[in-house]
């Protein structure tokens, strides 16, 4: 089964300059759908999903963190490691 991820950016400009490096290349392998929203406050909360949690710890390591650092965000070592990754038990979308 999939596996979903929920993060945040700080603001719409971070998570504009994360997702132009994170999707320069296209959509990641595996990567079944995203969705990012503004909440009131101005953080941008960020919803991944994936075919595998391989796949998701791939995105945040090889291309999350590496970005996060290219902006001047903590990296993911530096804020406590990956964000939770919960297995999706009924999926309806894509394949």
């Known amino acids: 089964m999939p ?3 929920i993060t ?3 603001s719409r400009a ?3 300059q ?3 490096m994170v999707f320069a290349d ?3 392998e595996g990567m079944l759908a995203h969705a990012a929203a503004e909440l009131p406050d101005g953080r941008i909360q960020i919803v991944d999903v994936f075919a595998t949690r391989e796949q998701l710890e791939a995105l945040g ?3 999350v963190g590496p970005a996060f650092g290219a902006i001047g965000m903590p990296s993911i070592d ?3 490691g990956l964000p939770p990754m ?3 038990f009924d999926w309806t979308g894509a394949a």
């Open 8 to 10: 945040e950016a700080p």
């Open 3 to 5: 596996y979903l991820q």
């Open 26 to 28: 296209g959509r990641p």
């Open 78 to 80: 530096e804020s406590g």
């Open 18 to 20: 994360v997702s132009a």
């Open 86 to 88: 919960t297995e999706i």
């Open 61 to 63: 390591r090889d291309m």
């Open 14 to 16: 971070a998570y504009d």
